[in-house]
């Protein structure tokens, strides 16, 4: 049967990227892109896909349950991969209410409508969650998180994604929604908006800006390319077990003082300035409240039942991240308009 997927957030980061995946890999399937166009969504994230005879853009916010509801019957949706969120960690410090409402009631407002839908039938769809790894909380020197690791959310954003995780589950077990779940380390790529870390700095470095490294950068991050997270989605969607989680990550960590420095380097080399000039930039100020010091998937579960693994080495994937950044200006310049300068300046003035 061929599937009718609504994914949620599709206009975002690394929904743009699932999304192309899957109107590229499956003309068969129906893709219905669900997303409400907050200041994270980018429908330039799609144009090369945007006419395609499968894709369809549904405008429209889940925190309107009569919307879904249409949606689901208009497109006759047979199943689910749900990524809209607010996704910030900074930004849920500043309005946690906002992560809240989406990330959670918006969840479940998403996961009833499925139930609605899929009535009697439960169990021939699938509803696949896009969690994260800092539904974990924090690592401390040593190792991994593991599926079994016990919740432990420090930031309003992580503990609206716990909270989420829990919704999603127990709509399983309660009403018998089949379901996956992902929790996957920190992203990089093309599209990345740039109030994270990555886009924020190769932002910073190209415009000669202060680089504001929170405490003193001995924080640690599992960094994955974004296409790799997506081939991931894909693979868990169609073949993972029903109620299981998966973690995904890079196998890849990094001190963020040292990843500063690495991004500084090679973009002094492909901006053509001099070895060292970027690294000038680099500003220690004010830690981030309850930041997390490292986090560091255990991917071994997805690896050994599904045989997924990264196929973009780092080195590869940062260069080619800086290449689309500098050749996507006039993308970066839109999206650091209007809205983003208030939010720069309520984050970081007074750091
Ligand atoms: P993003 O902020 O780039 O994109 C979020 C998208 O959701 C945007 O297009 C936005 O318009 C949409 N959205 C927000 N609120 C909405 C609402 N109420 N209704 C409909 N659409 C709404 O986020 P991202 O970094 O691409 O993350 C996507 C998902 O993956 C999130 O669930 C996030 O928790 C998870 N995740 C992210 C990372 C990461 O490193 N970025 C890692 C692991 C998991
Ligand atoms: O681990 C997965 C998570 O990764 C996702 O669930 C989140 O959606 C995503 O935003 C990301 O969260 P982080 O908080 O780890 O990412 P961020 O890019 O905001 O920060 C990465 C590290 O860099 C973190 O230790 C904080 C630090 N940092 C960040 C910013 C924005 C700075 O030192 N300075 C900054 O200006």
Redesign the pocket.
């Given at each position: 049967m061929s599937k009718h997927i609504l994914i949620?957030?599709g206009?975002?980061?690394?929904?743009s990227h699932v999304v192309r995946l899957f109107v590229n890999k499956y003309p068969d399937y129906k893709i219905v892109n669900?997303?409400?166009?907050?200041y994270?969504?980018n429908l330039e994230n799609l144009k090369d896909i945007e006419h395609a005879p499968n894709y369809i853009f549904e405008h429209?916010?889940?925190?309107e349950p009569d919307v879904l509801q249409e949606i689901f019957e208009q497109h006759d949706i047979t199943d689910v991969i749900h990524?809209?969120?607010?996704?910030?960690v900074d930004r849920s410090i500043l309005s946690p209410m906002d992560f809240i409402y989406?990330n959670i009631v918006?969840t479940v407002n998403l996961l009833t409508a499925a139930k609605n839908y899929w009535k009697d039938e439960l169990s021939k769809h699938r509803f696949h969650h896009?969690?994260?790894?800092e539904v974990y909380g924090t690592l401390g020197d040593t190792g991994f998180f593991t599926e079994e690791t016990a919740y432990s959310p420090n930031s309003p954003y992580s503990a609206s994604?716990a909270s989420s995780d829990h919704f999603v589950r127990a709509y399983g077990e309660t009403f018998h929604i089949s379901f996956v779940v992902t929790n996957?380390?920190?992203?990089y790529g093309p599209n990345h908006?740039p109030e994270?870390l990555i886009p924020l700095f190769i932002n910073n470095i190209i415009n000669k800006k202060p680089l504001p490294v929170y405490g003193k950068g001995e924080n640690t991050r599992d960094w994955l390319y974004v296409i790799d997270h997506a081939r991931a989605i894909d693979l868990v969607f169609h073949e993972g077990r029903n109620g299981e989680h998966y973690n995904v990550g890079g196998f890849n960590e990094w001190k963020n003082i040292d990843l500063v420095k690495l991004l500084c380097k090679l973009m002094d080399e492909k901006l053509g300035r001099e070895a060292g000039e970027s690294e000038q930039l680099i500003t220690y100020v004010k830690d981030r409240p309850g930041h997390d010091l490292r986090y560091a998937i255990d991917a071994t579960k997805i690896n050994k039942e599904l045989g997924w693994k990264p196929s973009v080495t780092f080195e590869e994937g940062l260069s080619k991240t800086i290449d689309w950044y500098l050749q996507n200006e006039e993308w970066l310049k839109h999206v650091t308009s209007g809205e983003y300068q208030n939010y720069y300046t309520e984050q970081y003035s007074n750091r």
């Open positions: 949620t957030g206009a975002g980061f690394i929904g669900l997303d409400a166009l907050t994270a969504g429209a916010n889940i925190l990524l809209a969120a607010e996704s910030h989406t918006g896009v969690s994260t790894d994604k996957c380390s920190n992203n908006f994270k």
